[in-house]
């Protein structure tokens, strides 16, 4: 399968503990350096910061994973704890 040219790649984040935050920043980085990718939401049922994290980044705050099925992301990030 061949990628798309100046395609927007939609992404979902699930967890935004101190990974995920760093794999938020990451898309961040890479969104601002022309990269074209869309931020569509993250979900953590565990953050207390989820809004304030969303707010930083622009996007959604998930509050189920049937909302991220939904969403229809080309790519998922999932960062959770190991134990």
Partial sequence: MEAQ?????????LG???I?????????????RGKLIDLVGIYDPFSTQ??????EYLTKSLKSLQQVIELK?????CSHPSQ
Avoid: F, Q, Y
């Avoid at 040219?5 to 984040?13: F, I, L």
């Avoid at 995920?20 to 601002?32: S, T, V, W």
């Avoid at 989820?50 to 707010?55: R, T």
């Avoid at 992301?73 to 990030?77: C, E, F, G, R």
């Fill in 5 to 13: 040219k100046n395609r927007v790649m939609r992404v979902a984040v």
């Fill in 16 to 18: 935004a503990g101190l």
């Fill in 20 to 32: 995920g935050k760093e794999r938020i920043k990451a898309l961040d980085i890479l969104k601002k």
């Fill in 50 to 55: 989820i809004d304030s994290i969303c707010k």
């Fill in 73 to 77: 992301p080309d790519w998922t990030n």
